[in-house]
T-cell receptor
Framework: EDQVTQSPEALRLQEGESSSLNCSYT??????LFWYRQDPGKGPEFLFT???AGEEKEKERLKATLTKKESFLHITAPKPEDSATYLC???????????FGAGTTVTVRA | GAVVSQHPSWVICKSGTSVKIECRSL??????MFWYRQFPKQSLMLMAT?????????EQGVEKDKFLINHASLTLSTLTVTSAHPEDSSFYIC?????????????FGPGTRLLVL
């Protein structure tokens, strides 16, 4: 069974204080690892898809990396508007369904 | 990025009535869509996979006769909550799978909040 574990559960940062979120996974043949951002009361917003170990993708202050066992989402010099819950999900090669982690709630204080 | 819409964004209904939620992919065709529900401060729980032109596939523990799914076209899937009860109150979110030669991802709708009185 595919499993996704995210840590920490919650992260409180000062504006400008860089940090990383972790997503550990086990999956039967990784087709893709996805990162989403979710604001309260809204649907998840797509951030990145990573397909193979060693791959990196960036978007503004966010950078996602992937190894064979985990993925990191680095937030560089965060701003209050980066406050959200960040969700990690994996898709196995033999199914279209995503398995989600519980998420990391990031709060950035000005 | 691709856009997925949901309608309505919120609905209040009386116990025993049925509610239909629409999910549309606005700028791409989706042969596969998914329906999730989310409880406060919890992650997404997959309810079913909606396949265009065929029957939906339900996750274990989800009543297919209660949550009717119809994927009538490549851009529209509907979820009907039949004989709704207060325990069906939740945040329902759909996603649509987009696959190109370059990449694949699932885009989510904004969600529908259902309150059953």
């Amino acid at each position: 069974e595919d499993q996704v574990t995210q840590s920490p559960e919650a992260l409180r940062l000062q504006e400008g204080e860089s940090s990383s979120l972790n997503c550990s996974y086990t999956v039967s043949g990784l087709r893709g690892l996805f990162w989403y951002r979710q604001d309260p009361g809204k649907g998840p917003e797509f951030l990145f898809t990573l397909y193979s170990a060693g791959e990196e993708k960036e978007k503004e202050r966010l950078k996602a990396t992937l190894t064979k066992k985990e993925s990191f989402l680095h937030i560089t010099a965060p701003k209050p508007e980066d406050s959200a819950t960040y969700l990690c999900a994996v898709r196995p090669s033999n199914d279209y369904k995503l398995s989600f982690g519980a998420g990391t709630t990031v709060t950035v204080r000005a | 990025g691709a856009v997925v819409s949901q309608h309505p964004s919120w609905v209040i209904c009386k116990s025993g009535t049925s509610v239909k939620i629409e999910c549309r992919s606005l700028d791409f065709q989706a042969t596969t869509m998914f329906w999730y529900r989310q409880f406060p401060k919890q992650s997404l729980m997959l309810m079913a996979t909606s396949n265009e032109g065929s029957k939906a596939t339900y996750e274990q523990g989800v009543e297919k006769d209660k949550f009717l799914i119809n994927h009538a076209s490549l851009t529209l899937s509907t979820l009907t909550v039949t004989s709704a009860h207060p325990e069906d109150s939740s945040f329902y979110i759909c996603s649509a799978r987009e696959s190109t030669s370059a990449q694949e991802t699932q885009y989510f709708g904004p969600g529908t909040r259902l309150l059953v009185l």
